[in-house]
C-alpha cells in the first residue's frame, strides 16, 4: 500500500483536533480501556450506534492510523479481516472483539488513534490531501 504524504497526515491531525466529534457512551464501564473511545464526525452518524451525548467532544491526536477498514486491516494484519454483517449472529460480540484486537496492534505500532473513512473518500485522500468530512475516529486514551 502506497504511504500517505506527510503533509497530508499533518493536515488531517490538524482538522481531527479542532473538530468537534460526536460519542455514544458505551454500556461496558471498561469498554474505553478495551477498544477506545470511538467518536462520529456528525450527531446523526452516531445516533446509528445509540443516542449520542449532548455536548460534542473535543480530541488530541498526534499519530493515527489512517485508512478505509481494509487499509487498516492491512497494515495491522497483514490482510483483509472480514467484519462480520449486523444481520449474522454473533455480530455484536464479532465487532467489539475485532474492534480490541485493532486497538492492541495499532497501540502496539505506536498509534494514538485510527481515522476511518469510506474507501472512495480515503482513496482521494491518499491522492490530493482533501479531508474527508465523515471519518469514524477511535482514541485509545480519551
Known amino acids: 500500500m502506497p504511504r500517505i504524504k506527510k503533509k497530508f497526515v499533518v493536515k ?3 482538522y481531527v483536533n479542532k473538530k468537534d466529534w460526536w460519542h455514544v457512551p458505551p454500556l461496558d464501564p471498561t469498554a474505553y480501556q478495551k477498544r ?5 464526525s456528525s450527531f446523526s ?5 445509540g443516542r449520542p451525548l449532548d455536548e460534542p467532544q473535543r480530541v488530541k491526536i498526534e499519530n ?4 478505509d477498514q481494509d487499509a487498516v486491516c492491512r497494515i495491522l494484519f497483514g490482510k483483509i479481516i472480514s467484519v462480520p454483517e449486523p ?3 454473533n455480530f455484536l460480540k464479532q465487532r467489539l472483539a475485532l474492534d480490541a484486537r485493532m486497538k492492541r496492534a495499532a497501540a502496539e505500532q505506536g498509534y494514538d488513534s485510527i481515522a476511518t ?3 472512495s473518500t480515503f482513496a ?5 490531501g ?6 469514524e475516529l477511535n482514541v485509545f486514551n480519551p
Open 124 to 128: 482521494i485522500f491518499r491522492q490530493t
Open 12 to 14: 488531517l491531525v490538524a
Open 117 to 119: 473513512m469510506h474507501p
Open 87 to 89: 444481520e449474522e449472529q
Open 45 to 49: 452518524e452516531a445516533e446509528l450506534y
Open 130 to 135: 482533501k479531508t474527508s468530512r465523515r471519518i
Open 36 to 40: 477506545g473511545k470511538f467518536l462520529t
Open 64 to 67: 493515527p492510523l489512517i485508512g
